[in-house]
T-cell receptor
C-alpha cells in the first residue's frame, strides 16, 4: 500500500536554528498538508498546498514557516528560526486528485527545540 | 466556531465491550466527518467517515452515528479487542476546491483490557 514518508523521524535543534522537515507524499496525490501535534494535545492544521501554492494556512503558520515542493516528489516544511514552542510532532498528509479524497498521514517528525 | 469537541479524554473497556466516543461541532458548513485511529509512534490513519446526508455508517465493528440537528456524531466500537487500544480522533472539514483542512477533536485514548 502506498504511504506518505517523512524524514527524519526525530530532529533535535537549538532555538533560533532553521530546520527543514521533509515529506514524500503518495505519488499521484495533488493535495498536500502539514499538521502538528504538541505532546498530549490535538492535531492542528498548519497549511495546505495545491497547484504549487498555499491554498490555506492557519494562524500558527506565520512568517517563520514556509513550504515548498522543490522537485515534484518532495514536500518540505521549513521553520526559519525555531522557538521552544515549536517542539511538536509534525505530520505531513496528502490526498488524491479530488479535495474529497482521504488524507493519508505520514508517521511524523518529532521536532525537539532545546 | 471551528472547534470540534471530543469526549471522553480516555476510556477503559473490557475485551468484548463497547467503546463509545462522542464529538460535537459548531460550524454548520462542515460536510465531512472522519474518524482517525492513531497508534503510538504512528500518524493518524483513517478509520471510517460519514457525510451529513446519512445518520449511520457501519464498517465491521466500527459504527458512526450522526445527528445533524444536534451537531453531534459518535463512534461505536463493538466487541472491542486489545488491538483496538489506540487514540481516536474525530475530525471535520468542509470540502473545498483547493483542498480541505481537517479540524480535529482533542482525542480519546482507548485501552481495551484483555
Amino acid at each position: 500500500e502506498p504511504e506518505v514518508t517523512q524524514t527524519p523521524s526525530h530532529q533535535v535543534t537549538q532555538m533560533g536554528q532553521e530546520v527543514i522537515l521533509r515529506c514524500v507524499p503518495i505519488s499521484n496525490h495533488l493535495y498536500f498538508y502539514w499538521y502538528r501535534q504538541i505532546l498530549g494535545q490535538k492535531v492542528e492544521f498548519l497549511v495546505s498546498f495545491y497547484n504549487n501554492e498555499i491554498s490555506e494556512k492557519s494562524e500558527i503558520f506565520d512568517d517563520q514557516f514556509s513550504v515548498e515542493r522543490p522537485d515534484g516528489s518532495n514536500f518540505t516544511l521549513k521553520i526559519r528560526s525555531t522557538k521552544l514552542e515549536d517542539s511538536a510532532m509534525y505530520f505531513c498528509a496528502s490526498s488524491g486528485t479530488s479535495p474529497q479524497n482521504i488524507q493519508y498521514f505520514g508517521a511524523g517528525t518529532r521536532l525537539s527545540v532545546l | 466556531q471551528q472547534q470540534v469537541k471530543q469526549s471522553p479524554q480516555s476510556l477503559i473497556v473490557q475485551k468484548g465491550g463497547i467503546s463509545i466516543i462522542n464529538c460535537a461541532y459548531e460550524n454548520t458548513a462542515f460536510d465531512y466527518f472522519p474518524w482517525y485511529q492513531q497508534f503510538p509512534g504512528k500518524g493518524p490513519a483513517l478509520l471510517i467517515a460519514i457525510r451529513p446526508d446519512v445518520s449511520e455508517k457501519k464498517e465491521g465493528r466500527f459504527t458512526i452515528s450522526f445527528n445533524k440537528s444536534a451537531k453531534q456524531f459518535s463512534l461505536h466500537i463493538m466487541d472491542s479487542q486489545p488491538g483496538d487500544s489506540a487514540t481516536y480522533f474525530c475530525a471535520a472539514n468542509t470540502i473545498k476546491a483547493a483542498g480541505n483542512k481537517l479540524t480535529f477533536g482533542g482525542g480519546t485514548r482507548v485501552l481495551v483490557k484483555p
